[in-house]
């Protein structure tokens, strides 16, 4: 597993920088070279403004999901975007399939292979759904367009209930902290960070006590 996981970093890390510059590059093209430039000024302030709703989840993101996506999951998941809502389920339910623990090496090597087949099959599909994508939304009735928001709820929902099953008791109080915390005067930008540190902080602290004294 040593060799796994330096050849595991050394692509990850490149990719990630290919990707980095990649998307880099039309912006820096239709600046600098079709003169469309908008300005420092405004690119900064923009970003400031961006980052006060969304910057906690560069940092929360990687952290909340590595236990179960693992190292190199979790360079592929980053990459190829669709987290939450298809890296992640799909990752899940191939460990759940071969009967894997998430933080194991087998469970490692499980969500790699997981994730590289569901992240193929979405470009597979998503190609031409994009090419397609205006004749598609004429054709789907209304009536089915009205259920698209509740989709990532309901997948977020399988999720939870998959790992909530395993230990019901820490699933319940998942959802009271969640609930209280989502219902409480905190910045949404920070519900999630909140969230994350009081689940595990009151989970590692339950188990602790029901470790037998030595």
Known sequence: MENYAKA????GRLTLSLGILL?????????????????FALIFNAFLAYAAVIAVVWFVEPIMYYPVLGSAGTYIAFF???ISNMCLPAVAACQEAVGVEP?????EVVATL????????NKLILVPVILAGLWLLTVIPE???EIFPYVLPAIFGAVFVQFAGKLPWYGVLALAVGFMVNISPVPLFAKNLICILLVVSVMIYI???KRPAV
């Open 103 to 107: 933080s194991s090496q087998k469970g």
């Open 23 to 39: 998307s880099f590059a039309l912006p820096i093209y239709l600046s600098f070279v079709m003169g469309y430039h908008p300005g």
């Open 80 to 82: 190829t975007g669709n």
């Open 114 to 121: 997981g994730i590289s087949a569901a992240s193929l099959v």
């Open 8 to 11: 595991t970093h050394f692509w």
């Open 143 to 145: 009536g089915i367009q």
């Open 207 to 209: 188990d602790k006590r």
